[in-house]
């Protein structure tokens, strides 16, 4: 089962032409998001970019410094920035209880596709798509 607090770390986000997802997590009391490398092919590590999250029906810019590792192979950018995207809700990081053949859930916006938040109980965030595995 997907909880609301796993859902509403799922946000939709794009730079130029290119469109993606990614989900916050919390570390130390601050607030990254974390992404497909491959979205950001040009991204440098330690540089500083403005992408954009999908919020109330529009785009909003976000100013991040990225990091990325330094081994291409690695699928994962990070970003860092000021303050907090949604609702911070409690969640517990770790591989304790996961067996294997037990149900996975993969969040996102598949080709941009999304529902929205109509009813404003997502915090204005659309909905991502759920697939289970």
Not at 15 to 33: P, V
Request: contains cysteine.
């Amino acid at each position: 089962m997907i909880t609301n607090n796993i859902i509403q770390r799922t946000i939709f986000i794009n730079r130029d032409d290119d469109i993606g997802s990614a989900f916050t997590i919390e570390k130390g009391g601050k607030q990254y998001l974390i992404s497909a490398r491959h979205i950001f092919e040009t991204v440098d590590d330690n540089e500083e970019i403005e992408i954009n999250v999908f919020h109330n029906n529009s785009w909003k810019p976000l100013n991040c410094r990225a990091t990325v590792h330094p081994n291409e192979d690695i699928d994962i950018i990070i970003f860092s920035y000021e303050g907090t995207l949604g609702v911070v809700r409690p969640i517990i990081y770790t591989t304790d209880g996961i067996d294997l053949g037990q149900d996975t859930y993969f969040l996102g916006f598949p080709y941009g596709k999304y529902s929205p938040d109509d009813n404003k109980i997502n915090s204005s965030f659309p909905f991502p798509f759920v697939k289970k595995g």
